[in-house]
């Protein structure tokens, strides 16, 4: 049995029920607290939408506090080792999401998914392995991880928002300019933006890049 999440969620600012949903997925070592504080930034422009930060499933392994969706390996092969993390923990986040649309009425194809650095990489690899596409997926200062039958069937093809900044020493901006490359290539609709001078965080540039990507996939 696949473990449940849950996670800080904020009602539709319009006061009704919601047709739409944001999901938000943090980075390593983080709660779902951290990235739900995007959502006072796009609740105007998506006022229909449901914001949920779902904390990841296990605890943090090399923090006292916050949460992991996989563990890091800071030795040997780092790509083996996210590539198995992503594959691990994809159920959960399948799980979660089919829960949230069976219990709202909303669609997959009026759902955002999001993420910030490990939570950029389970967006990605989860939201790029469905049969049925999202509303689009962000992706900030994360990598690629391709499911395991990616290119070899047909799948649905959200549109995708690719985020970096070009000082990042903790996931290489190298990563995202890789995603971008593979998946134009693969005929995916990508918006890529490298934010400069910006480490591991989300800089107001790569914010209001994402907002217009938000704008326009959401038919604003």
């Not at 959960?92 to 709202?104: G, K």
């Not at 928002?161 to 903790?170: A, K, N, P, Q, S």
Request: aromatic share 8%; charged share 20%; hydrophobic share 45%.
């Amino acid at each position: 049995m696949t473990a449940k999440l849950s996670g800080p969620m904020l009602l539709p600012k319009s006061g009704a029920q919601p047709t739409m949903a944001v999901v938000l997925l943090h980075g390593y070592g983080s709660d779902g607290n951290d990235l739900i504080g995007l959502a006072p930034y796009w609740q105007d422009l998506l006022p229909e939408a449901l914001f949920v930060s779902p904390n990841a499933p296990d605890p943090c392994r090399m923090l006292s506090a916050g949460y992991q969706w996989f563990d890091v390996a800071f030795e040997g092969d780092r790509l083996a080792s996210r590539q198995t993390g992503v594959e691990t923990a994809r159920p959960v986040l399948v799980e979660f999401l089919e829960a949230m649309w069976a219990q709202t009425g909303i669609t997959p194809e009026r759902t955002l998914l999001g993420g910030f650095s490990q939570g950029a990489m389970m967006a990605l690899h989860t939201g790029l392995s469905m049969d049925r596409p999202l509303m689009g997926i962000v992706a900030v200062a994360g990598a690629f991880l391709p499911p395991k039958d990616f290119g070899t069937r047909p799948h649905a093809k959200p549109p995708v928002c690719l985020i970096h900044g070009d000082m990042d020493d903790v996931v290489a901006p190298e990563r995202s300019a890789e995603a971008d490359a593979a998946l134009r290539a693969a005929g995916y609709d990508v918006s890529y933006h490298v934010s400069p001078g910006t480490a591991h965080s989300i800089s107001p540039d790569g914010l209001a890049f994402a907002t217009e990507f938000i704008r326009r996939v959401a038919g604003k």
